[in-house]
């Protein structure tokens, strides 16, 4: 397929799609309709032909990209970085520690005064259970009520880049490598994915990841089983969800203890570690207490718990467990690869390299997902749009 | 009055005034004739109307502008992120300890070295009395020899983002909204406004504010009650400055001791803390000193004088001592509020929610006569350059 | 000669030069052949033409610019972002507390995924001998690994802003300095040029600059000779290749361990502080060992041996010994300057501030060399893109 019918091929599918996307928000996949979600990927993958055909892709003359991030990022600083700069628009890091949040402002004054001249409004909260998407949902009313009374000349389209419930632009970007691996979503029905915990020596890892990937792989006809050790739980409100759109989609959605059960027979494994849900909130709690011990002693108690996982690790072995022993092998990166950042970590040495350009590719799609959740909320008729870049 | 309207009105208000601003930094109200601020007020409501109207005031192709924060700050922070972004510019701040000024550089060759392709910088430095301004202008001077001696191509404007002297951005922020609320600067005239203390648990706020709104609004005719606690002084030049303007425009200017005082009958009223000059000289001292005992008990005296004077709050009985009970109340924000972001603080829950878009509007200025400031500045035929964006 | 001579004049003899800097990094320049330096240079030179002539040279639409500093910096930090937002790029910084670089997250996959839009990463990491340049190589083997797989659309171009071995975009400006003041790179052969140690009272100084130096200024015909104190050596390998420079060139390289014998009939001096290799090294395998008791007792030593070379001073006295007492003084900067910066240092407080608008000259041209070095990368026929500019 050449460049001009990728391009036309994207175009024609978005003509058939009924979306609601404009002027919205994109924080959770799943307030998200199929059409919606299908049009942010089609438009992901026109911005990414338009980008290598160095072409320019900008909505806009000037304006502010405002980035909150309140847990470590490099893969997600960037790509929202990249997305604005594409789209037009100059970023602006929100350091809440040079800002005068550090005093105790409230959420709803700050979200307004630093809006003015702002589009876009990127958010990553994700370590405490009950609070990101909350936080979120704070400041996406704060700029609602701010421009509804005239304060602000333009809403800021807020974009999730994770919280404690899911990671938009990561399941996005997962599926969209999917697509592009099985040659399109309607060659996704039936295939297995193994969402699966692994081990980590490290700690207090968010459940957004594994909760998106459930519920966004789910609607699309994938049959998708969760393994973790017992007690790894993720937020119960996330299972019936997946159990909802599994149902949906025709597809199947099943929870298992057991890596190998996971991994039987699949065609995508998702092998990845994470913090029990009640690790996570407990956690919380001694955080807001100012706990230093008790907190020194989850830690200890949750690696120690952690270790007795040891096995579940993605090897060779239990890779030839998967389809014809040939699974596509995601992660959202960085991997504990063991042996390489760790002694003993989520995945063996030589299945992360046999993958690792497929990860690159996957993580390569970030950029234009988020670039791609703000053109479908800032354009009214994307596809015309498009064409003026064409 | 439609846009078009709006626009030629202060097109034509423009045409009238006899401007300095053009190559001029932006440090102190007070060294400004009252056509240049009346200049940069009209300049920065054209660009806001502008901003509604989703037309760009974009004056240079590329260039940078560089902001110094000595202090905390989110709204200042971002209104000058908003305004080089829509004149232009890419924003880079000097962070001083990642810089080279940790390392004891001097001042005049850091700015030349800083400005070699730069248009704007911005300078916050509020905390020191004898300290803010003084550093300004010798950033000004450096960047003045930098080029008359050829070493840089431009000279970059200076703007005060608030110092030890004054707050300009802030106090014609809040004199457009008095503008807009009263229909005019003509209405201004035997206006009184309020300019009070008000009580506090924190510790060390510059007296930037008061002494800027107390010089600016004078200037419009307005009649100026300053209120504080006896011991609360402001800088000595500021209020002789104060009175000079009163008696040049035919306001009154008085200092009291009494907020109700202040109160009875005003028109507006900014009920702020600040700490004492003597406080913030001493403190100042003993932060050359290195004297962390001293400073310690210095926060702790002066936040025990700040506990006798609880009963300095804008409540609700203050406000119905205002003129029909109803002066409308300013603020620079973020306000100390009682029961929301401290116990007992400036003002009652209740008074500030009543206000509180029109302080967002009061901020909402901001961005604009900060673009103003750099507008004047850089442009020679300011209105010429304006009808080339309508 | 007027604008128009000067333009023409660097774009004949640009095209009279055999280049091969399209498509490559800049990390050395003794990588790069005597027509590669020219180049940038006299690109650097159009630049600065153009930027004073207020005409633009932008190459961009979008894009994104990534610095990383492994070390304190003003002037290159800022050098970098004129030269990047000049080209039409935005500028991100990688700061490694922030960005998952401390999760052990390793170079190769970090490179790639912050590159996805990304045009030039420029790097400064110049603390340790035989890691700095060892990192740009590995960031530089990543990218390209990712674009030979189709990872990215573009290979980002590096450079090097200062590493253990090279400080090019200083040495590259202070060359222009040169060839501005003697008047053409022809009139630079067998001029004498002082790269003499200096003392200051500061510890850990890179080796970087003495090391550009003597192997750039000798391949223009300079006779280069370094002067230092007994033990403060510099990389063998520096000083084999600056003797075969020297060598090619028809010029003369020694070492002295005079600072009077070095400036003795000098046309340049550049008296500059640098810590011995030795101690470089041993710093370096404390550091990795985490013995900060070692690494204070190291400190202690090191300015104690210093502190025996106190006359290692450039003062009035020795400048007498130059050709006519009158040799140019240069330094990258900030110079230690006995009575202003420290008590005792590098140079005199009259001979700096004598040459005190020439270095500032020398620094001028730093955003101009980082600029010149992405254009001839960028650019496939630079003399017709600049054209376009004119």
């Known amino acids: 397929m050449n460049v001009s019918e ?64 309140r847990d470590n990022s490099t893969r997600t600083r960037f790509s ?27 959420v709803r004054e700050t979200a307004a005064m630093i809006s003015f ?23 996406a009313d704060a700029v609602t009520d701010g421009f509804d009374h005239g304060i602000l000349a333009q809403r800021p389209t807020l974009v999730n880049l994770q919280c404690d419930l899911d990671h938009p632009t990561q399941s996005l970007s997962d599926l969209l490598k999917l697509k592009d691996y099985f040659g399109g979503w309607e060659n996704l029905k039936g295939k297995k994915i193994a969402m699966s915990w692994a081990y980590s020596p490290s700690y207090g890892k968010p459940l957004s990841v594994p909760q998106g990937v459930i519920n966004l792989m789910s609607r699309f006809g994938m049959d998708v089983v969760l393994a973790h050790p017992e007690g790894y739980d993720l937020l119960p409100g996330t299972l019936e969800s997946a159990n909802h759109f599994a149902a949906q989609s025709g597809a199947q959605f099943r929870v298992t203890h057991s890596m190998e059960d996971a991994f039987d027979q699949a ?33 200890q108690s949750c690696l120690a718990e952690n270790a007795r996982h ?40 030589s299945v992360f390299e046999r993958y690792r350009l497929h990860t690159y590719q996957e993580a390569g799609f970030k950029p234009f997902v988020i670039a791609a959740m703000i053109f479908t909320s800032k354009v009214k008729d994307v596809a015309a749009k498009i064409r003026t870049f064409i």
């Open 267 to 299: 065609d995508v494994v998702y092998p990845k570690s994470w913090a029990p849900m009640a690790v996570m909130q407990k956690r919380t709690q001694l955080l807001k207490q100012g706990d230093k011990e008790g907190l020194k002693q989850l830690e």
């Open 6 to 69: 990728a391009l036309n091929s994207r175009l024609e599918e978005l003509a058939t799609l009924t979306t609601t996307t404009y002027g919205k928000d994109f924080l959770l996949t799943w307030e998200n309709s199929l059409d919606n979600l299908k049009a942010v990927m089609l438009v992901a993958e026109v911005l990414q032909i338009l980008h290598r055909e160095r072409k320019t892709w900008k909505i806009f003359d000037s304006g502010l990209a405002i980035s909150i991030f």
């Open 310 to 349: 040891l096995d579940w690790e993605c090897t060779e072995e239990m890779m030839k467990l998967t389809r014809n022993g040939a699974a596509l092998y995601e992660h959202c990166l960085p991997a504990d690869i063991s042996g390489v950042s760790c002694e003993r970590g989520e995945v063996a040495k």
């Open 117 to 139: 001249l702002t589009e876009v409004i990127g958010i990553r909260d994700d370590m405490y259970p009950g609070e990101g998407h909350t936080y979120m949902t704070e400041v």
């Open 80 to 106: 929202f970085a990249s997305a604005v700069n594409g789209l037009g628009l100059a970023l602006s890091e929100l350091d809440e520690v040079k800002s005068q949040v550090a005093h105790g402002e409230t």
